[in-house]
C-alpha cells in the first residue's frame, strides 16, 4: 500500500466525541424498533383488550426502556473504543473487546444489579466484538479506487 493511501486508511472522518454520539443515536434507534418489536409479542392483559391507551402506553414505555438501554451501550462501547484507541495509538480488536468488555459490564450489571451479571455481559460482549474485530469483518473495503461526486474525464461536445 502507498503512503496516501495508508494515510487515508487511517484518516479519521468524525472526532472521537462524534462517534460516541452517533453509536448512541444508532443504539437509541435501534433499541426503540426492537422494543416495540418485543411489545408486540406480548400478550395484551384482559383488561386491555377493548382500551388502547394502556396498551400504548406500555407500548411505548418497553420502546423507550429498549431504546435507552441500546443507547447507553452504544455510546459506552464506541467512548471507551475511542479512549483505548487514542490512549494505545493503535486500531486494533482489543480497543473493541475493552469497549465491548466496559459496555456490558457497566450498563447491563447495572440493569441485572449483580456482579456476576455484569461479568458475564461484559464478557460476552467483548468476546463477541473481539472476534467481530479479529475476522476483519468490516463495512469498508478500501480497494485503492477514489470516487469523485464528478467525472474526471472530458466531455465531447456534441455540434
Known amino acids: 500500500m502507498d503512503e496516501a493511501a495508508e494515510l487515508r486508511y ?23 424498533l426492537w422494543g416495540a418489536i418485543i ?5 395484551v392483559p384482559r383488561v386491555e383488550r377493548n382500551v388502547a391507551l394502556p396498551g ?39 480497543n473493541g473487546a475493552v469497549g465491548g468488555f466496559v459496555a456490558g459490564a457497566s450498563v447491563l450489571g447495572f440493569k441485572g444489579r449483580s456482579i456476576p451479571t455484569a461479568l458475564s455481559a461484559g464478557a460476552a460482549l467483548a468476546v463477541t466484538s473481539g472476534i467481530i474485530d479479529g ?7 478500501d480497494n485503492g479506487k477514489e470516487y469523485y461526486p464528478y467525472t474526471t474525464k472530458k466531455r465531447v461536445v456534441a455540434e
Do not use: C
Open 39 to 43: 411489545a408486540t409479542w406480548h400478550d
Open 56 to 94: 400504548l402506553i406500555r407500548t411505548l414505555k418497553m420502546m423507550g426502556n429498549h431504546g435507552l438501554t441500546f443507547a447507553a451501550i452504544g455510546g459506552v462501547y464506541i467512548g471507551v473504543e475511542q479512549l483505548v484507541q487514542n490512549y494505545r495509538v493503535k486500531r486494533d480488536f482489543i
Open 10 to 32: 487511517y484518516e479519521e472522518e468524525d472526532t472521537p466525541g462524534m462517534k460516541t454520539l452517533k453509536g448512541a443515536t444508532s443504539g437509541l434507534v435501534a433499541g426503540t
Open 135 to 141: 475476522l476483519g469483518a468490516t463495512t469498508r473495503t
